[in-house]
Every structure is written in C-alpha cells, then in structure tokens.
C-alpha cells in the first residue's frame, strides 16, 4: 500500500484538470465540430472511458488498499457485465 | 480497535473491519454499476421513442447540462481534497471541503430539479413517452442518489465533530468519498451518452 504524505496534492490538481478538458472537448467535439455522428459517438464515447478510469485510479485510490487485485477484478467484470447490458440491449432491439 | 496506529497505514486501513468494510464497498459499487448499466440500456432502446412529444433536441439545453456537469466535476475534485487533508490529519481542512463537496452536490440537484420542472412546463412529463421515461426513471435514480450522499454526509459530519478524526470515522469518510466519486463517474456517462448524444444534430 502507497500514500505519499506530501503537502500538495498534485495528484487530484492534474486529475482535476484532465477531467475538465476531457469533458470540455467532449462538449466541444460534439456541439460545434459538424463531424458525422458516428465519429462524435465514438471520440466521446473514448473520452468518457478515459474520464472514469482517470477518477479510479487518481480520485478512488482503487489501486492502494491490500485487496486491490480482488477490487480491480470485480471493477472490471462490473463493467463487463455494464457493456452486455448496454450494447446487448441496444443490438436485440435494432435487429 | 487497536489503540496502536500502524503509521505505514492512512487512518481509514487501520484495523480488518475497516479493510473488510472499505472492500465490501467496493463490491457493492460493482452492483451500481449493473443497476445504472440497465437504466442506461432502458433509456437507449427507448431514447427515439418520443410518441409525438419532445424529443432531446427541443428539451436539452447545452447550458443547464454544462452547469451540471461542471457543479459535480468541481465537487468530486473537493471530495478528493477532504480525503487528501485527511490523511494529512488535517481535520477542520477536510471539514472544510467535504462541507464545499456537499454545497455543490445540493446546488446540482438544484439545477436539475429546475431543469426536470423546465421539462414539465413545456408538456414533456414521465407519462409523455417512452424517451421520457426512461430519461426521468435514469436520470431520477442518480439524482436520489446524489441526494441521499448528501444526506449522509451531513450525518458523517456531525459525527466527526462529535468524536474527532479516528480510524472509524476516517472510514466512513472514505467510503461516503468513493461513493461520491462514483455518482460522478456515473454523471460522465449520462452526461456524454444522454445528453451530448442527444444534443447532437
């Protein structure tokens, strides 16, 4: 387990910043760049993506406690079980 | 509750309870994750259903969504501060942004109620269609959310100002931070896929 006990909390600043610019590009990409819908789904689909992994791992500290491996495990098959769900929906029902 | 503090261990690890309590958290966040997957799942397959009555582009607007968004962005990021002061064994510090965290967590269910009455006006309610539907039963479910983490936090609130920073409310207050940060993860994806998708022309 690692935490550093520094005075400055550098770690949640850039993750704090690295939020806002991917969700003001998000934003942007999807309002104003006139790109064919597919493309903007997919460019804010990725950023989306990248948005929660980037609050796990610098905001939830899922990485640091002893059980870390049975947490990520278990994030991850959520998430799994979450995209089954979505696009299992999303195709039965378009077919 | 050993009284002996391990100081290789943040407060809220010292003792296996805590451990145990913090991963079960984890795991109960696992079942979030499938409760939102099929509202979000419901809220697509529904989401072209309008039955005659609004749709996303006549009911979104960019600056409402904009407001929200940021409110519960900025908010997570002072969560994220009150676990750092914490752990710095800073108590008023961490007092200071959970009770900014909560501040901004009430002022984003303001907006989107405002946003959700806006809606009733102009005719589009939950018995209006299919898409609304959905959208309010999604949308709804992380709003109760949002509204009960702020209910506990002030409950968490009161108990650290009664008992002091110790190895079970520094608990409690990490986990109240997981689940907040959660429900903002949560707001990403509502925030991309319902309304960025829906605002786009």
Known sequence: ?????????IGHIIGFLLSLAMTILAAIVALRSGLPKPAIMSIIGVLAFMQAGMQLFMFMHIKESDNSAVQIGNIIYSIIIALTIVLGSIWVMHN | ???????????EYQSEQSRLN???FWIFLGAEIALFATLFATYFVLSGMTAGGPSQLDLFKEK?????????LVSSFT????????????????LAWFIITLLLGAGFIYFELHEFIDYVHEGATMQTSAFLSGFFVLLGTHGAHVTLGILWGILLIIQVVRNGLNPVTSRKFFIISLYWHFLDVVWIFIFTFV???????
């Not at chain 2, 509750?1 to 407060?11: A, F, I, K, R, V």
């Not at chain 2, 409402?64 to 519960?72: C, N």
């Open chain 1, 1 to 9: 387990m690692e935490h550093g006990h520094t005075k400055y909390p």
């Open chain 2, 64 to 72: 409402d969504v904009m407001i929200e968004t940021i409110l519960l």
């Open chain 2, 1 to 11: 509750m050993s009284d002996h503090l391990d100081t290789s261990l943040p407060l």
């Open chain 2, 195 to 201: 309304y960025l998708g829906g605002l786009i022309q």
């Open chain 2, 22 to 24: 913090i991963f079960g």
């Open chain 2, 79 to 94: 969560c994220g501060l009150a676990i750092f002061s914490m752990r710095n064994h800073n108590k008023n510090a961490m």
